[in-house]
């Protein structure tokens, strides 16, 4: 499998989804990175780094 830019998003998702799951203290800084890498992605940041 392949890993582009439009999976990025899913497996960040997946991945804050289980950091809730085992620490859910870390709710509100988890949220916050997850919505500033969406942001990111959306503004095209990381198609300007060649990732």
């Given amino acids: 499998m392949v890993i582009t830019a439009a999976h990025l998003p899913a497996i960040v998702a997946l991945i804050a989804g289980i ?6 203290r870390l709710l509100n ?3 916050a990175i997850y919505l500033i ?3 990111l992605v959306g503004l095209g940041v990381f198609k ?3 990732f």
């Fill in 19 to 24: 950091l809730i799951l085992l620490m859910p």
């Fill in 37 to 39: 890498f969406i942001g």
């Fill in 48 to 50: 300007a780094l060649h």
């Fill in 29 to 31: 800084f988890v949220v």
